[in-house]
């Protein structure tokens, strides 16, 4: 995490930490269904991942102790991964050891904290600070801040007020997500939000108690920024002279696929649309995915569009460095890490004008930003 953005944030805890800690401060770093060792783009891995391995990470490099807890997903996983020196995950036992949807994950959270609290005990770990990531990690948060005392600050990563807006019949969990929510914005002693725009919501949706600072999200910009256009395209097998659009991202009906493939109908030069991503075959992500292919080939696409699947990290840069534009057609975006890692890329982007993508994206100077759901405006922009 090397932007300016990121820098702050973790000065903010170390300083936080320093002042209420008696010696070197452990940080516990909680995100109960964003497991920081998980291969990006898998079902339910995906901002938030990133977020918080990259925090983890960087405030390791200043010397700090960190122990980022997730919740275990197959009975192989090792308890205990370290990442760096001074960093490192840690997987709790809560529920059944298997891949659970973060919609029906609630019932598991007082399993979590008492695996959390026995952890703690067990390992005499003198934890300074707690850091809670989503408002299921929330719930964790306030419940150990209440039994420990410990200063716990919190960041949103989306807010369901905000998801669930427009949404006619919202699930149960929606009133139950309202009220941590709420819960947490008053009683944590720091909501971070990653933009003004979620700060705005959080007082006009949530309350206006509590105190938030934004800080913006951090990406590597020397891991994005590593490869050349064209070594990229070289590596990915892509001709000089072709014309990539560029998607990056899960298949969700909220990251607005189907928008961009609608737009891409209407483009009148030759192009090649690449989707980067994938979702494993028995989740929730996959039927978007066969959804949106489905889609491609009803507009008569499947000739210039490729779905890549799954791609790791390390070789994510090349296909930011490969494309012509990046395009970010979500419907709700709280941030909006693909921008900027684009940005970071040297690809220009086009993204929905929509929730922090309003702030990430500069208008006309560090991309161009367009209505969501309208195909027909991106085709132009295109």
């Not at 959390?116 to 419940?143: K, P």
Request: glycine letters at 8%; proline letters at 5%.
């Amino acid at each position: 995490m090397n932007t300016l953005a990121s820098s702050n944030l973790v000065k903010s805890l170390e300083n936080y930490a320093l002042e209420t800690a008696n010696s070197q401060p452990i940080y516990a770093l909680i995100s109960v269904h964003g497991d920081p060792t998980a291969e990006i783009g898998k079902e339910g891995a995906g901002g938030q991942n990133v977020y918080v391995r990259e925090l983890g990470l960087a405030l390791a490099k200043r010397g700090c102790q960190v122990d980022m807890f997730t919740r275990r997903e197959h009975p192989n996983q090792e308890e205990i991964v370290e990442l760096a020196p001074g960093c490192r995950t840690i997987r709790l036992n809560a529920g059944p050891a298997e891949f659970i949807s973060r919609n029906n994950l609630f019932e598991y959270l007082p399993e979590f904290v008492e695996a959390w609290l026995n952890f703690q005990q067990r390992t005499g770990c003198n934890y300074a600070l707690i850091h809670t990531n989503y408002w299921l990690s929330a719930w964790v948060g306030l419940e150990i801040k209440s039994r420990l005392g410990l200063p716990q600050v919190h960041t949103y990563h989306s807010i369901g007020a905000v998801k669930y807006g427009n949404v006619e019949n919202p699930p149960p969990i929606a009133a139950i997500r309202h009220c941590v929510e709420r819960a947490i914005l008053e009683q944590a002693d720091y909501v971070i939000s990653t933009s003004p725009q979620e700060a705005e919501d959080l007082r006009q949706l949530i309350s206006q108690h509590g105190r938030i600072k934004v800080i913006p999200c951090g990406i590597n910009t020397e891991h994005f920024g590593s490869v050349s256009k064209e070594v990229a395209r070289q590596q990915l097998g892509i001709a000089p002279d072709s014309q990539i659009v560029l998607y990056v991202g899960r298949f969700d009906p909220r990251k607005g696929v189907e928008t961009l493939v609608k737009a891409c109908a209407n483009l009148p030069s030759a192009f090649q649309l690449y989707l980067v991503g994938g979702s494993r075959e028995d989740g929730a992500d996959f039927q978007e995915q066969l959804r949106i292919q489905a889609l491609v080939n009803e507009l008569g696409l499947e000739a210039v569009t490729v779905f890549t699947g799954r791609i790791s990290q390390a070789l994510l840069p090349a296909y930011y460095a490969a494309g012509d534009i990046c395009v970010v057609p979500s419907y709700y975006e709280p941030f909006g890490l693909v921008a900027i890692e684009a940005m970071a890329a040297g690809t220009p982007v086009i993204a929905s004008n929509v929730g922090g993508l309003q702030h990430t994206v500069v208008h006309g100077e560090t991309g161009l930003l367009v209505p969501p759901r309208d195909s027909t405006a991106l085709a132009t922009i295109c």
